[in-house]
């Protein structure tokens, strides 16, 4: 912070980031809403071909990725607090079972795209199936493309996570320095709450 | 204390600035560049008018000057014009702080709308759209035109929108200097702060809108085509969700300058702070209300489209207390008729007729017969031009002496703003009468009774050319040479008039002391 | 960090919960989902005890994307019963 600063104090500075970082994600979340409205409005048309089609969804996965998604929500909260209480190493340490957690998510969702791609429940021109009533391209459709635009904020969260993962094994985070590492995990926490809003949506209703 | 202006020189120090004044300047240059394009390609298109039948140039080539004339100017120039320019400029002195809350993604937005603009430039050259502005499904996802790169500069500039809005809600909520709480800011921050908001939420929805067609055209994801059992008619509703309020974007801010240069020109006080403060709130917020008006044909329930009509009606009644309030300031006040001030009556009126011709196509069942005529293009126009380029026009010439220190030369303003005032209504009235009378918009060729009128209305845009043109120049020339001026060459009490012309870099040398308030004219 | 952990405890039970009730209705989906948000914002995120303009960003955010999903169903969802417009 130079002499020439616009802010009279660490302490302002660090929460105008706070409130940066919220409006930021208030932003963010807005992109789901248009694919959710299509979702409910083509549920609405088509409540047969939607209940048909949402029996081939892989609740197996889904559920294991939703617990995974809560945890690691648990743990990058653990690795704010243990910087907040000077762990530079468990900082890391939670950091990194995070990263573990987000790419597990990220692997289990391709194995789910590679086995519905399989069968033919492919988005849009490509579907090939024929076991569904014709409407239910759609869900496929808004599945791929909302599961797909949360992924990669999961891979987004991930690379910045990684980098948060650097700079605290670097020592650039204090107990009372900190905003970088609480904007990520914020960040982080957004994926999770987007993720508890589509694993019942896509995956339970019926 | 040296300028903003001189205190570093050279192509780096500017390219690479963090201080909102220069990226203020150079967004200027940029919406400026903009705006004259989309200028040409009206002019052109409103050439091929010249004739009701076929010739002079190709219907795709009618067909993609009309798109490019509106992308250009939509998102080119009204959504960032003035809050880029000016509220990047005012927005952190008018709160007393040296800075925006994030100084460096303000300089990311500028080059994320540079990025937005190029790739959208290149789709056109490319041949890109020839769908209108407004992208509609099922025709955007299937025209032979290269709609893809267009859509994704948009996405993109939708971005810079977004950067922009959160970091101005940021610094009113924590650079306000002490003492300066909400209700003794300048309206004109209100304003940008309203304005921010919508940004910040509605801009995503467009984000996905342009994406899904951009994904529909380039790899058939299919989701609003009717062979898979999609709905064209929902593309329209994610469309306007954003496109709705973002005419609210384009206006809050240019409401916020008029009601900045009124009362520095009555020398009053604003005739009801809360009234313009509120009511910008209450625009904001209710315009995400009304989106289904542009849809009343589109195939939507009628049910659906009688809540729209009712949410239309009552957006307007906050835009009829800010005219109220403006006149009423004006009463008993020392009118001084400058540049600025005529760019406020012309505002006033342009802007209260066309809003009224909103109020009558937001009437479900008139609105049945004007749909996709030239009234609504008139009335768009009436709000777009009349109000927005106008305030645009007018922050310029108030705010010229405070941005370079220098003064443009008064007896051109005038000429300008009378020029614009009646090259714009030539071009526009026609037009109300073409819509009324059935002629449809974005129609290559028209039957001959419409003639005269159109003739009319291209003249009136030739002539509105013109005298931007005539603007453009005479600017320029006094940003290097015009005479030097003082501090507050106006006399007005507001903040940004308490430091030099043009400010030092960090804006004030001593804190700015609010408890003289920017619009305390009773005191001497 | 016990507020964490029981924050943890309670979003998996959450989530268990919803495994078998969740099929029957949305409305009951949709409000075991909005719990489980709610404490990953007031304890993860640490709305509880934060400024309140957080809060604001947040719940208008919810509102919006609430409003543009209602706006579009209540086109299609009332197309039977007040059709389109037909000249």
């Not at chain 2, 090259?423 to 003639?451: E, I, W």
Request: net charge neutral; with cysteine.
């Amino acid at each position: 912070m130079t002499a020439h600063s616009q802010y009279e104090s660490l302490a302002r500075r660090q929460a105008t980031a706070r409130l940066g970082m919220w409006l930021f994600l208030g932003s963010e979340s807005l992109l789901f809403a248009g694919l959710l409205a299509l979702f409910a409005a083509y549920r609405v048309m088509y409540p047969t071909a939607f209940h048909d089609a949402a029996e081939h969804a892989n609740v197996a996965l889904g559920t294991i990725n939703t617990y995974i998604l809560l945890t690691s929500s648990l743990t990058v909260a653990l690795a704010l607090r243990a910087t907040e209480h000077g762990r530079r190493r468990a900082t890391v340490a939670w950091l990194l079972v995070s990263i573990a957690f987000g790419v597990a998510f990220d692997v289990l969702k391709l194995v789910e795209y590679a086995q519905h791609l399989h069968d033919g429940f492919a988005p849009g021109h490509y579907y090939t199936a024929t076991s569904l009533p014709p409407s239910s391209v759609l869900y496929f459709t808004l599945y791929y493309l909302l599961t797909g635009l949360h992924a990669l904020h999961v891979t987004a969260g991930v690379i910045v996570l990684g980098w948060l993962a650097l700079r605290a094994r670097r020592g650039d985070f204090t107990p009372t320095s900190h905003i970088a590492l609480e904007c990520g995990t914020l960040y982080w926490h957004l994926v999770d709450l987007v993720w508890i809003f589509l694993w019942p949506i896509l995956y339970l209703l019926r | 204390m040296t300028d903003y202006l001189r205190a570093e020189s050279g192509i780096r120090s500017w390219l690479g600035t963090t201080d909102h004044k220069r990226i203020a300047i150079m967004y200027l240059c940029a919406v400026t560049i903009a705006m004259m394009l989309g200028g040409a390609f009206a002019m052109l298109l409103r050439t091929k008018l010249l004739i009701s039948g076929p010739g002079i140039m190709e219907p795709l080539t009618y067909n993609r000057l009309f798109t490019w004339h509106g992308l250009t100017m939509v998102f080119m120039f009204m959504i960032p014009a003035i809050p880029a320019v000016f509220g990047n400029f005012m927005l952190p002195i008018m709160v007393g702080a040296k800075d925006l809350a994030f100084p460096r993604i303000n300089l990311a937005s500028f080059y994320v709308y540079c990025a937005g603009a190029a790739l959208m430039l290149w789709g056109m050259v490319h041949g890109g759209a020839d769908t209108g502005w407004t992208f509609y499904a099922p025709y955007a996802t299937t025209s032979p035109t290269d709609v893809a790169p267009i859509a994704i500069g948009v996405f993109i500039l939708g971005v810079s929108s977004i950067m922009t809005g959160l970091n101005f809600i940021a610094t009113v909520h924590m650079l306000r200097v002490e003492k300066l709480g909400w209700m003794q800011l300048p309206l004109f921050v209100w304003a940008i702060y309203a304005t921010s908001i919508i940004q910040v939420i509605a801009t995503p929805v467009l984000g996905l809108s342009v994406t899904l067609v951009a994904l529909d055209h380039a790899l058939g994801m299919g989701l609003f085509d009717p062979a898979l059992g999609g709905d064209p008619v929902l593309f329209q509703h994610l469309f306007w969700f954003y496109s709705h309020p973002a005419v609210y974007i384009m206006i809050l801010p240019a409401m916020g300058v008029v009601t900045e240069i009124a009362p520095t020109f009555a020398r009053k006080n604003i005739l009801s702070y809360r009234a313009i403060a509120f009511s910008s709130l209450g625009i904001a917020f209710v315009g995400f209300l009304t989106w289904g008006h542009h849809m009343f044909v589109a195939g939507i329930s009628q049910l659906d489209a009688a809540l729209f009509g009712v949410m239309s009606m009552f957006v307007a009644i906050f835009s009829a207390v800010k005219v109220f309030t403006w006149i009423g300031t004006l009463y008993r006040g020392s009118i001084a008729l400058t540049t600025p001030m005529l760019y406020f009556f012309a505002f006033i009126y342009l802007f209260a007729f066309g809003g009224m011709t909103g109020i009558a196509v937001a009437t479900t069942s008139l609105d049945v017969h004007w749909h996709d005529t030239y009234f609504v293009v008139a009335h768009f126009h009436f709000i777009m031009i009349g109000g927005t380029l106008t305030a645009f026009l007018g922050a310029i010439h108030y705010w010229f002496p405070k941005m370079f220190g220098r003064e443009y030369p008064e007896k051109c303003g005038v000429l300008s703003a009378i020029g614009v005032f009646v090259g714009f209504n030539l071009t526009f009235v026609p037009q109300f009468l073409l819509g009324n009378a059935g002629m449809p918009r974005r129609y290559y060729s028209y039957p001959d009774q419409f003639h005269v009128l159109n003739v009319c209305s291209t003249l009136g845009a030739y002539l509105l050319g013109a005298v931007m043109v005539f603007t453009l120049g005479y600017l320029i020339v006094a940003v290097f040479t015009g005479k030097r001026t003082s501090a507050n060459p106006w006399g007005s009490r507001g903040f940004e008039w308490r430091v030099p012309s043009p400010p030092p870099t960090e804006n004030f040398d001593e804190p700015l002391d609010p408890t003289i308030g920017c619009y305390d004219y009773d005191r001497a | 960090m016990m507020r964490y952990l029981l924050t943890w405890l309670a979003l998996v039970a959450l989530a268990t919960v919803s495994l078998f009730v969740s099929g029957s209705s949305i409305a009951l989906s949709l409000a075991i989902a909005a719990l489980k948000a709610a404490l990953v914002a007031a304890f993860f995120m640490h709305l509880w005890g934060s400024r309140p303009v957080h809060r604001i960003v947040l719940i208008t955010a919810v509102a919006f994307i609430v409003l543009l999903v209602l706006g579009v169903v209540a086109d299609v969802g009332t197309r039977d019963l007040a059709g389109p417009y037909v000249p």
